[in-house]
């Protein structure tokens, strides 16, 4: 049995939907990670065969008001829970960002490269990073980037509503990389399957911007794509600060590829109209 932790978010649904009978999903209601002092307690009902953390704070600009939380859920637990599995040598993957590195290189970011966070968010996401490896070396460290699901409340769902509104301007020089949650997911167990240990980078492709990917949305939904206008990061003006390219790639040779993003978001863009 595989326990996952943080199912009722975007990459915790699909492991369940994934995993089916094999999985054991903990929600927020079994297992809240802020209570610091439970984590142990929680998990040790459990004989699980591998231990998957989908939870976090990933609210990137709330987390700069909240980097105390921020920072116990996305940092402290993960450590936690890290020790915790490391002292039975139960498999223990967790999910980290691209917001991780500052943005500065024009090629894709990969494994070796040196993290370098410019806002909360990514900063407690590195801290866990490092809490994790501190307590069990041999943990899976996955780090994927803008994560999009046809099922829970994201990005994409917030341009489907706005441009039911009316035009809606997005940035257009962040770049990055769309990832589908059931595409990670997958991608995922195909890397536990592997017993693959250590930082993994794990993105689809192509490169974008949230312009064009907003864009994208909005056209696979028969809509005007005239409705997503561009803006710059600048003009825009508000939120955390965010790196202007974080493409993700990987130097590792585990034969793992997610498939393309495009090939993917229209059967997502689908289950989101059924509920957005
Ligand atoms: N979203 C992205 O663009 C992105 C990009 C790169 C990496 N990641 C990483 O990928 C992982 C999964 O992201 P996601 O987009 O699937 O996240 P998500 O949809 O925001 O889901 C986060 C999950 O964490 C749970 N959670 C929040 N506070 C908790 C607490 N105190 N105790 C226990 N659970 C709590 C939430 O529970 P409720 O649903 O009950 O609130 C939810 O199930 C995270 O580690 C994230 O940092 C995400």
């Avoid at 139960?90 to 490269?113: A, Q």
């Avoid at 035009?167 to 997911?185: E, S, T």
Wanted: proline share 6%.
């Amino acid at each position: 049995m595989i326990l996952i932790i943080g199912t009722g978010g975007q990459l915790g649904t699909s492991f369940s939907n994934l995993l089916g009978p094999s999985g054991r999903s903990l929600g927020l209601d079994e297992l809240d990670l802020a209570d610091f002092g439970s984590i142990r307690t929680v998990l040790d009902r459990f004989t699980p065969d591998a231990v998957i953390n989908c939870a976090g704070h990933t609210a990137v600009d709330l987390a700069e008001q909240q980097a105390e939380l921020a920072y116990l859920l996305n940092a402290s637990a993960v450590g936690e829970m890290a020790r915790w599995s490391a002292a039975r040598s139960v498999p223990f993957v967790s999910f980290s960002t691209d917001y991780v590195f500052d943005g500065l290189k024009r090629s894709p970011y990969v494994e070796s490269d040196v993290a370098h966070p410019t806002n909360t968010y990514g900063n407690t996401k590195r801290a866990g990073e490092v809490e994790g490896f501190d307590a069990y070396p041999a943990m899976l460290l996955i780090r994927s980037s803008w994560l999009v699901s046809g099922t829970c409340p994201n990005f994409g769902a917030t341009v489907l509503r706005s441009a039911r509104e009316g035009p809606m301007r997005v940035v257009d020089d962040q770049v990055g990389v769309p990832n589908i949650a059931d595409d990670l997911a997958t991608a995922t167990l195909e890397a536990l399957n592997q017993q693959l240990t250590g930082i993994l980078h794990l993105s689809s492709a192509p490169e974008t911007t949230w312009f064009g990917f907003a864009r994208r949305i909005v056209e696979l939904a028969d809509m005007d794509p005239e409705l997503v206008q561009p803006i710059s990061t600048e003009e825009y003006g508000i939120g955390a600060p965010r790196p202007a390219y974080s493409v993700l790639t990987s130097e590792r040779d585990t034969g793992i590829e997610l498939p393309t993003w495009k090939g993917s978001l229209p059967s997502v863009v689908k289950e989101m109209l059924a509920w957005v």
